[in-house]
């Protein structure tokens, strides 16, 4: 934490709406610093290179690829200097599909664009860290898809299944409890609540379960006669 | 150009026949046209076994996927090579005559040329009437007319040669011959023009569906966003409202786009809550965030805990609505249902709210318990206020 408070994390946003970009950056620019803007993925990817930011605040939807095409093509440039890039997706969409897909092409989070700034600011700094954000909306949709029974073909536990106390990490993130009071509720410490988080977020991006990119079509399809 | 490994593949795209040649072409970087004339050349002089092997080699030749940069090459206003495509197709019917004839199935070599050239003018009408066609393009100089008219010379020219070399234009010839190649001379002609109208009436109605549907979300943007922006604009001194205003036409656009109907919503529990929470962040424009997750058909039990849910909203909009947003998590299995409302207000006492103060305690518990479920309600002075309410289900 100490290096944080004398370098503040260097922030690129990539986002197609200027309107957008110039209000999420004078909401941040009271916590971190903003290097950079880009307006859509070829540019997104040139400043990524150029500026090598701690964290990329990435709009879902965009022409041309949107937040996952930025990704796919950083990952395809990675350097050998050892740069890797933190993702975190932010959004209008409540749309599981395209949050899942952004998640799953490797952002550690996802935020809806509605966020207040100083909670944005905190999940830029948890996703510098290396750890998992989730908003009360992406835990619930987690927890849904993972919620049915193992399906038709096999299933492994280790990606598959959620445990008990993940479910109840994320039941408590989804009623918009922050990470320390779960980790007060739960008697554990913020950094087990973090790993808790992390090993979910994992199991969301290697899972096959074939939940995770038809729940939508599925969700309000469901009888239970 | 091609990054791709060259394959010899059929081109159908590009085809006269089947895309032998257009793809034996491109294979051997060769302009098929020159292929093709060799083609029917080799046909000529082997008797027709060429035109046998072409044949075979569209059976086994697989048809190429994407055909690469055919389409600049096809534009089919550009029809330079429909000649070529005329000429093409009736030295291709004469090497299919002369196959025929060394086969032994004959008649007489006086179909011959007739059939040659009916086969030229079909495939110049063809090729006219069943590429896409740019309306626009039916001024008076248009080529396509002449090569039009040209096709409908040949295949009635064929027909005539094909009446006098058998006599049927004499007074007395043969009547029923006559009517017959009026039919096939018409169908020749008509067939593809039928086609080609048939196709654009299609696209014409494709196009109206288009601007129908175009006319629909301009007609929707109107009524909603644009009255909303409107509205926001007007009501810019009062934050609050904004904000209020933003979310509902947020909200109400979400629905739009998922094109879900209220009626289907509120066949569910999920969708009920799911309402409830907007109907109460609606009303007392306090923003109410809500996550469910798991569904059911709605039935009176779930009726009850909506109910619930309502007054547990309502109550934390009332004593919290300033300290951030109000979130209700909901989530739902066959067999039981839990509600989470939380706020982050200044919490209160349970034990002294005043007994006429009716809310907590009957809206909220008695209702849970009338229906065979429970509420808990969770608050400590700073920290927020939680209500609890679970109902197990039938």
Known sequence: MSDTAHNPTRVLIVDDHAIFRAGLKAELEKGVEVVGEAAGVTEAVLLIGKLKPDVILLDVHMPDGGGVGVIRRTTELETVDGYSPCFLALSVSDAPEDVVQVVRAGARGYVTKTISGPDLIEAIERVRQGDAVFSPKLAGFVLDAFAKGPGSGPVDPELDLLTPREQEVLRLIARGYLYKEIALRLKISVKTVESHVSAVLRKLQLSTRHELSRWAAERNLVDYD | ?394
């Open chain 2, 1 to 394: 150009m091609n990054p791709e490994p060259r394959r010899l593949r059929r081109e159908p795209d590009g085809a006269l026949i089947a895309g032998v040649c257009s793809g034996l072409g491109r294979y051997l970087d060769i302009d098929r046209d020159l292929i093709r004339i060799a083609v029917v050349v080799l046909t000529l002089l082997t008797s027709g076994l060429a035109a046998l092997a072409y044949g075979f080699a569209w059976i086994v030749m697989p048809v190429s996927e994407s055909p690469p940069a055919q389409v600049e090459e096809m534009r089919p206003a550009k029809r330079r090579d429909s000649w070529a495509v005329g000429v093409g197709a009736g030295l291709v019917a004469l090497g299919l005559l002369f196959i025929l004839r060394e086969a032994g199935v004959w008649w007489s070599d006086a179909l011959v040329w007739p059939l040659v050239i009916a086969a030229a003018g079909a495939a110049l009408l063809w090729r006219q009437f069943t590429g896409s066609w740019k309306p626009g393009r039916t001024g008076r100089r248009n080529p396509a007319a002449y090569r039009i008219g040209f096709g409908v010379a040949l295949v009635l020219g064929a027909a005539l040669l094909f009446l006098y070399i058998n006599g049927a234009l004499n007074a007395g010839g043969d009547a029923a011959l006559a009517a017959v190649t009026v039919i096939v001379v018409a169908t020749l002609v008509l067939a593809p023009l039928w086609l080609r109208l048939g196709r654009r009436l299609a696209d014409e109605r494709a196009e109206r569906i288009r601007s129908e549907e175009r006319a629909d979300v301009a007609a929707h943007l109107h009524d909603s966003v644009l009255q909303t922006l409107a509205m926001m604009q007007k009501r810019s001194d009062n934050p609050r409202e904004v904000s209020t205003l933003a979310r509902l036409q947020e909200r109400e656009l979400r629905e739009w786009l998922s094109g879900k109907t209220g009626a289907e919503r509120q066949a569910s529990l999920g969708a009920t809550l799911e309402t409830v929470a907007a109907e109460v962040e609606e009303y007392h424009g306090v923003p109410v965030e809500a996550v469910t997750v798991g569904d059911r058909p709605l039935d009176e039990r779930g009726l009850a805990m909506a109910g619930a849910t309502r007054e547990a909203l309502v109550n934390a909009v009332r004593y919290a609505g300033e300290d951030g947003p109000i979130r209700m998590f909901a989530e739902i299995t066959p067999k039981s249902a839990q509600v989470f409302v939380r706020d982050r207000g200044p919490g209160f006492d349970l034990e002294g709210v005043p007994d006429d103060r009716r809310g907590v305690r009957d809206s909220i518990i008695g209702r849970m318990e009338r229906n065979g479920g429970r509420a808990e309600v969770r608050s400590e002075a700073g920290e927020g206020t939680e209500v609890e309410l679970t109902m197990e289900m039938k």
